[in-house]
């Protein structure tokens, strides 16, 4: 059974750099089959993307934070991973992972609660 | 920009039928995607390509399409239905994106 956790700091000052963690059990994030992707909810609003990471390492952020976001990859580790810079408070939300599968969404992790606040 | 406008919520008597829709001007071309996000959970994938149901789903979840509104139907709603409702869809097959999301009560 696939599981994707997250992981990292709860808690950001802001104009500092938020970093998350996914990493996947029960299966291969180097798979042709798949893309992985980070989602967002913020408190009282709904899902919003983020961007996704292709098996081959390609990058596709919204482009509404495209500037301040990075997603990378370690297949060593089996982990892909999120960095949005220059954050503030508009970007407190619980954080998902998730892996992409013919254009769904089919598993997610528990998701993070990312407060920024000083 | 291209976007889904779902209803901010929907009311429902346990038992009846809810149906939820999502519209945007591409649906017409492209298929949606229904995820159910109950309090405190991740959300779920309900009903892929439009009308497909993953395992696992009950039944009484079914999706449809007809020009550029999609549409996700609960039927014989139960109390454990009540939660938020996603549609999703992929805009060149490269970004996604959801509607608001519809907040379902089960009166």
New interface residues.
């Given amino acids: 059974q696939l599981q994707l956790q997250e992981s990292g700091s709860g808690l950001v000052k802001p104009s500092q750099t938020l970093s998350l963690t996914c990493t996947v059990s029960g299966g291969s994030i180097s798979s042709g089959a798949y893309s992985w ?1 980070w989602i967002r ?1 913020p408190p009282g609003k ?4 983020i961007g ?1 990471i292709r098996h081959i390492g390609s990058t ?1 952020y ?2 509404s934070l495209e500037s301040r976001v990075t997603i990378s990859m370690d297949r060593s580790k089996n982990q892909f991973s999120l960095k949005l810079n220059s954050v503030t408070a508009a970007d407190t939300a619980v954080y ?1 992972c998730a892996r992409v599968a ?5 598993y ?4 993070i609660l990312v407060t920024v606040s000083s | 920009s291209y976007e889904l406008t779902q209803p901010p919520s929907v009311s429902v008597s346990p038992g009846q039928t809810a149906s939820i829709t999502c519209s945007g001007d591409k649906l017409g071309d492209t298929y949606a995607w229904w995820y159910q996000q109950k309090p405190g959970q991740s959300p779920v994938l309900i009903i892929y390509h439009g009308t497909k149901r993953p395992s696992g789903i009950p039944e009484r979840f079914s999706g449809s399409n007809s020009g550029d509104t999609a549409t996700l139907t609960i039927s014989g709603t139960q109390a454990m239905d009540e939660a938020d409702y996603y549609c999703q869809a992929w805009d060149s097959s490269t970004f996604p994106l959801f509607g608001g999301g519809t907040k379902l009560t089960v009166l």
Avoid: K, T, V
């Fill in positions: 992707i909810r709904g899902l919003e993307w996704y596709y919204n482009p998902y013919s254009l769904a969404f089919d997610w992790g528990q998701g």
